[in-house]
Every structure is written in C-alpha cells, then in structure tokens.
Nanobody, 124 residues
Framework: QVQLVESGGGLVQAGGSLRLSCAAS????????MGWFRQAPGKEREFVSA????????DYADSVKGRFTISRDNAKNTVYLQMSSLKPEDTAVYYC?????????????????WGQGTQVTVSS
C-alpha cells in the first residue's frame, strides 16, 4: 500500500505561482513513477504531468507545458509540481498518483494509488 497526501493548494491570482507537494508513505516510493492529475467541476479528471522513478523522464500535458515543472526527492518521499503563470482554467482539484512501474504514464488507468486531492483556485 502507498498513502499519498497532497498539500500546497490555495487561491492565487492569474499569473501567480504555487508549488504542490505530495508526500508518500508505505511501499518503496523510489520504485514508483508518479503523476499529477486534475479535475475541474463538471469535467473528467485529466492528466497534468508525470515523472519516472528516477526523475530522469518527465511528461506534460500540452496545456501546462512550459508553465509547470514536476520533480521528486526520493530521500524525502515527495513529489512536487511547481506551477507558474497560472490561468483561471487551471482551477481544479489536483491529485497525486503513484504507479507500480518505473516509467511515467499519462493514463489514469495505469495508476494504482491516489491522494485525496488539493484545491487550486486561480482568480482572474
């Protein structure tokens, strides 16, 4: 089992920045690829970013490429999502997820464990 706890969400003005954190506990975090997803009201959960077990491979949705950066610290069992140049359309609940594979994935179905989510609200 892996337990994931997100933090760092909040209210920010358009153009601002936030850094989300996801603290993991349980099975070996460093063997797991990690992902960030988000879900806006009335919409399906969508892929945001993912990172391999080593941090050497990353992937981003086109909508956040160049604005968001994913990283991880295996010594701290934590994955981060640095969000910059935020837009109102980035408003959503952001979820951290872990999968029992080394490689990242953009598909929700490939993740085994999920956090409870953290709200990000971007005002215009």
């Amino acid at each position: 089992q892996v337990q994931l706890v997100e933090s760092g969400g909040g209210l920010v003005q358009a153009g601002g920045s936030l850094r989300l954190s996801c603290a993991a506990s349980g099975r070996t975090f460093s063997n797991s690829a990690m992902g960030w997803f988000r879900q806006a009201p009335g919409k399906e959960r969508e892929f945001v970013s993912a990172i391999s077990w080593s941090g050497g491979s990353t992937d981003y949705a086109d909508s956040v490429k160049g604005r968001f950066t994913i990283s991880r610290d295996n010594a701290k069992n934590t994955v981060y999502l640095q969000m910059s140049s935020l837009k109102p359309e980035d408003t959503a609940v952001y979820y951290c997820a872990a999968r029992s594979r080394f490689a990242p994935s953009s598909s929700l179905e490939n993740y085994d464990y999920w956090g409870q989510g953290t709200q990000v609200t971007v005002s215009s």
